[in-house]
């Protein structure tokens, strides 16, 4: 049952054949069961579950109907949730309870879906490992010594797990596709502003996106469908009609023009771009063009947003005061001691890094040299995908350079670790959709294939990646001990 | 190393984070590691581009008429602070 798709649970639940609160209770028994040794989930929300699946199977019998009615999910911990707490990661909301629901949470409790819980992330989002998190760790259920990769790795691994039939994520620099590539899940980041960011905890506002993690690319459409559209709350949300998204999957990809993403194979391992090449054989089967295409700045994606989103985010982070919520250190001497400490020993170290780079970026002398610049380099690569789209429909390449890595292995260097985002961050940079899907294996562990589409392409990059699965089953695959 | 140690003790001042002496050698080697890094920037040809506002062509900040559209719940909010006495925020004092 923990493997299936969305689109069956819900035809399950519709035949009467399971109710919602079975199904909730099948899914929090594996929770229990097989979380001690992920650690993917920290706030278990077990009554609020079953009291939620119980509503669910309440409404169904009033004779509503919906294709999330009853479904189970987890959301990330950076999703506010009112009532139950919300850490982001983070020793300093590790006891915020959210006096109010995030639009994303409120959208899909209102299509009926179950939260089981709230998952594990790199402390506020920062880090593509899962190792910054305040509670540990997330391991790989694909091999437990590896990272699942962040900062959404709580949410990728119970659903590669099958602790749920959906997740949430937020995607700020590759923070939803880099973990479902790492764990064989499909991972979709929307256009900037598609969906509401109201009560997701701010990381880089000019950046963060919210997105899912599914089994599927039509289960992705499905759960999309629920989240997207506009927010008065969000001054970022964008006003415009939400498609069908899954009314529009099924149509045929002939003519579909693919560009390979040059800039992305240039020493990338024979093996994963083996894979890409494959996935792009079927996507010619199905009647897609494919062509080379250059993004000559690309390049300067890594350090571009390593200004950029470090400035926004010691901006967003200054709201931890130790004053109003969160932590407060013990006996504070006085005003500055109080800041200085609740701070200091409320985040943890990669976030001070960050909080420390953006505050130099942005200090008095160095603002032009470096938040402007980059901003205006951001405007060039940006530029670079605009007139890519110019000649064809959507981008393809890898979602990262490596398959998951071992836990431990690039803690000790930043920059190292700043470089497994190396293919998903011009997507951010840019605004732009993307979408990470199962597509092979390296070293048994799961890789992605990634697509880029231009503002507002979800339903062309979902019925993409619903063709590529209508003749492969990468996204069918489950790992060991899991299924 | 691009940035001294009087460097990270300013910006550390700045962000209002205190850096303990433990970890003020591993601060002072990865912040200038990042510094080194993005200093790539400076090398490219930005002459007559403007800096990017909006990732999404043509969208502004949306401004919603000055209207009271929230119930008071300062109770509801105050929850959530370390300390709290008559409906106020308690800090050291700061005024002698």
């Not at chain 1, 499905?222 to 998204?245: C, E, H, N």
């Not at chain 2, 999404?56 to 959530?80: K, M, W």
Request: hydrophobic share 40%; charged share 20%; aromatic share 8%.
């Amino acid at each position: 049952m923990h493997t299936l798709s969305i689109g069956e649970l819900a035809q399950k639940l519709a035949a009467k054949q399971i109710s919602s609160l079975e199904l909730t209770d099948h899914f929090l028994e594996r929770l229990s069961r097989l979380n001690p040794a992920l650690n993917a989930v920290i706030t278990p929300t077990v009554d609020l579950a079953r009291a939620q699946a119980a509503a669910a199977d309440r409404r169904r019998s009033a004779g509503e109907s919906g294709p999330l009615l009853g479904i189970p999910l987890i959301h990330k911990d950076i999703f506010c949730t009112e009532g139950v707490r919300t850490s982001c990661g983070s020793r300093m909301l590790d006891n915020f309870v959210s006096p109010y629901d995030a639009t994303v949470v409120s959208r899909l409790r209102c299509a009926g879906a179950v939260m089981l819980g709230k998952s594990n992330m790199d402390e506020f989002a920062m880090g593509s490992s899962n190792e910054t998190s305040y509670y540990g760790p997330v391991k790989n259920p694909w091999d437990l010594t590896k990272v699942p990769g962040g900062s959404s790795g709580g949410s990728a691994a119970a659903l590669a797990a099958g602790l749920a039939a959906f997740a949430t994520g937020t995607d700020t620099g590759g923070s939803i596709r880099q973990p479902a590539a790492l764990t064989g899940v499909v991972g979709f980041k929307p256009t900037y502003g598609r969906v509401s960011r109201y009560g997701m905890i701010a990381f880089a506002s000019s950046l963060d996106q919210a997105g899912t993690f599914t089994r599927s690319a039509q289960d992705a459409a499905i759960v999309l469908q629920a989240m997207a559209g506009f927010d008065p709350k969000d001054s970022t949300s964008v006003d415009r009609p939400v498609p069908d998204y899954q009314g529009l999957l099924g149509a045929p990809l002939k003519g579909l023009k693919i560009g390979l993403l040059q800039e992305f194979f240039e020493g990338l391992d024979e093996r994963n771009g083996a894979l890409i090449h494959a996935a792009l054989a079927e996507f010619r089967k199905l009647g897609a063009t494919t062509c080379e295409v250059s993004l000559p700045n690309l390049p300067l994606s890594v350090p571009t947003y390593y200004v950029v989103a470090p400035a926004e985010c010691s901006s967003n982070l200054s709201r931890f005061d130790g004053v109003r919520f969160g932590y407060r250190c013990e006996d504070p001497k006085d005003l500055m001691d109080l800041y200085k400490r609740s701070r200091g020993e409320g985040f943890g170290a990669e976030v001070k890094r960050r909080i420390m780079t953006g505050t130099y970026v942005l200090s008095a002398g160095y603002y032009d040299a470096y938040y402007l610049k980059a901003q205006k380099i951001r405007q060039l690569i940006t530029d670079d995908f605009r007139r890519a789209f110019e000649s064809v429909d959507m981008l393809i390449g890898p979602t990262t350079p490596t398959p998951a890595f071992a836990i431990g292995a690039k803690v000790d260097d930043p920059i190292t670790m700043y470089l497994n985002d190396i293919y998903t961050i011009g997507a951010n940079l840019a605004g732009l959709p993307a979408v990470s899907l199962p597509c092979g294996f390296v070293d048994s562990l799961p890789m992605g294939l990634q697509l880029v589409g231009p503002h507002f392409a979800e339903d062309s990059l979902l019925n993409a990646a619903h063709g590529y699965q209508q003749v492969t089953d990468w996204h069918r695959r489950t790992p060991a001990g899991y299924a | 190393m691009s940035l001294t140690r009087q460097d990270v003790d300013k910006i550390a001042h700045l962000a209002r984070l205190q850096v303990t002496e433990q970890e003020m050698p591993v601060y002072v080697k990865s912040l200038s590691a990042i510094v080194d890094f993005v200093a790539e920037l400076a090398r490219v040809d930005t002459q007559d581009i403007a800096p990017m506002a909006h990732p999404l062509v043509g969208q502004h900040q949306r401004l919603r008429p000055d209207e009271i559209t929230e119930s008071d719940r300062h109770e509801q909010y105050q929850r959530n602070a370390p300390r709290v006495q008559a409906a106020l925020y308690v800090v050291p004092r700061v005024i002698e």
